[in-house]
C-alpha cells in the first residue's frame, strides 16, 4: 500500500523568506502527487497536482513542486512567503487505478513570523 | 461554477446516537468521495461512490455507510455513534472518469460527539 511522509509538523518561516515543506513516498511506481492547503475551519484547496511529464509543476498562489523519482520525494516551494499562506499543508498521493482515492501525509502547518 | 456543498457544517450528537451528513457535489462530477479527518489520525479515507454505486472503500467498521443518489449527491451516516467518531467529515468530488481527476473538497462537516 501506498504511505505519504511530512516529516516536519510544524515550521515557522519569516515572511518573505523562502519555503520548503518536505513530502516522501512509498509506492511501487509513479504515483500522482497532490499539494492541497488547509486553513481553519475550512476544507482543502488543490494548490497543485503532478500527474507525468515535466517534474517541475506550477501551482497557484505562487506555489511550485519538484518531483524526484530517486528520492521518491515531491517538496513544495515558495520563494517569498506572505503571511496569509499560514495554514496546514497536505501532501497527498493517489495511484493510477481509475478510483478517486488519495493518502494523505499527517500534513505540516505553517507559521509565518513578521 | 458552484463548489462542493455539505450541510451542516456543524453537528452535535450524543453517543449511540446515528447522524446522516449530506454532500452535493461539483455539477457534472460524477465521483463523491468523503474522508475523515481527526487530530490524531489526520485525514483517513472512508469511501467512494460513482454512479450511485460504491467503488472503492477504506477500512472503516459498518457503522460508517454511504450512498449516493442520480444527481449524484451523497449522505454518508454513522450509527451507534462513539466518542471516537468526533471529527471533521469532507466530502469530495471529481468527474470521476479516468485516473487525473484532482478531488475537489468541501468545507466539512465538524461532528462533535458527546
Known amino acids: 500500500a501506498q504511505s505519504v511522509t511530512q516529516p516536519d509538523i510544524h515550521i515557522t518561516v519569516s515572511e518573505g523568506a523562502s519555503l520548503e515543506l518536505r513530502c516522501n513516498y512509498s509506492y511501487g511506481a509513479t504515483p500522482y502527487l497532490f499539494w492541497y492547503v488547509q486553513s481553519p475551519g475550512q476544507g482543502l484547496q488543490l494548490l497543485l497536482k503532478?500527474?507525468?511529464?515535466?517534474?517541475l509543476v506550477q501551482g497557484i498562489k505562487g506555489f511550485e513542486a519538484e518531483f524526484k523519482r530517486s528520492q521518491s520525494s515531491f517538496n513544495l516551494r515558495k520563494p517569498s512567503v506572505h503571511w496569509s499562506d499560514a495554514a496546514e499543508y497536505f501532501c497527498?498521493?493517489?495511484?493510477?487505478?481509475?478510483?478517486?482515492?488519495?493518502?494523505f501525509g499527517k500534513g505540516t502547518m505553517l507559521l509565518v513570523s513578521p | 461554477k458552484a463548489g462542493v456543498t455539505q450541510t451542516p457544517r456543524y453537528l452535535i450528537k450524543t453517543r449511540g446516537q446515528q447522524v446522516t451528513l449530506s454532500c452535493s457535489p461539483i455539477?457534472?462530477?460524477?465521483?463523491v468521495s468523503w474522508y475523515q479527518q481527526t487530530p490524531g489520525q489526520g485525514l483517513q479515507f472512508l469511501f467512494e461512490?460513482?454512479?450511485?454505486?460504491?467503488?472503492n472503500k477504506g477500512n472503516f467498521p459498518g457503522r460508517f455507510s454511504g450512498r449516493q443518489f442520480s444527481n449524484s449527491r451523497s449522505e454518508m451516516n454513522v450509527s451507534t455513534l462513539e466518542l471516537g467518531d468526533s471529527a471533521l467529515y469532507l466530502c469530495a468530488s471529481s468527474p470521476g472518469q479516468g485516473d487525473n481527476s484532482p478531488l475537489h473538497f468541501g468545507n466539512g462537516t465538524r461532528l462533535t460527539v458527546t
Open positions: 497527498a498521493v493517489g495511484i493510477p487505478s481509475g478510483y478517486s482515492t488519495l493518502t
Open positions: 461512490y460513482f454512479s450511485e454505486t460504491q467503488r
Open positions: 455539477s457534472g462530477h460524477r465521483s
Open positions: 503532478y500527474f507525468s511529464g515535466d517534474t
